[in-house]
């Protein structure tokens, strides 16, 4: 059973910084694409920034020069390193992982169960 598992979300005040992580679990051959999206009350899931295994990114317009992806792939885990924090980044955060599973021959998309990020003074 494959699972992803973030950590990293919180309180913090506008201008302030956090670190969001996500560890996938090691019943996995390969692991693709991963990323973070983002869900705020009464809004779609939008993406925010997603990297490729060869470390690859692209990034949402509204976080472009303050938020950055990395993952290591040793430890299936992948980073979202936010700073300069707005009001309007308050949100879940989720991220996915395009993953082939260790007995499998078909790769399948999964998401973590996300967490709270709140912007606020």
């Known amino acids: 059973q494959v699972q992803l598992v973030e950590s990293g979300g919180g309180l913090v005040q506008p201008g302030g910084s956090l670190r969001l992580s996500c560890a996938a679990s090691?019943?996995?051959?390969?692991?693709?694409?991963m990323g973070w999206y983002r869900q705020a009350p009464g809004n779609q899931r939008e993406l925010v920034a997603r990297i490729t295994s060869g470390g690859s990114t692209n990034y949402a317009d509204s976080v472009k020069g303050r938020f950055t992806i990395s993952r290591d792939n040793a430890k299936n885990t992948v980073y979202l390193q936010m700073n300069s924090l707005k009001p309007e980044d308050t949100a879940v955060y989720y991220c996915?992982?395009?993953?082939?599973?260790?007995?499998?021959?078909?790769?399948?998309?999964?998401w973590g169960q996300g967490t709270q990020v709140t912007v606020s003074s």
């Open positions: 090691r019943s996995i051959s390969s692991i693709n694409t």
């Open positions: 996915d992982a395009h993953v082939l599973p260790y007995g499998s021959s078909l790769w399948s998309r999964y």
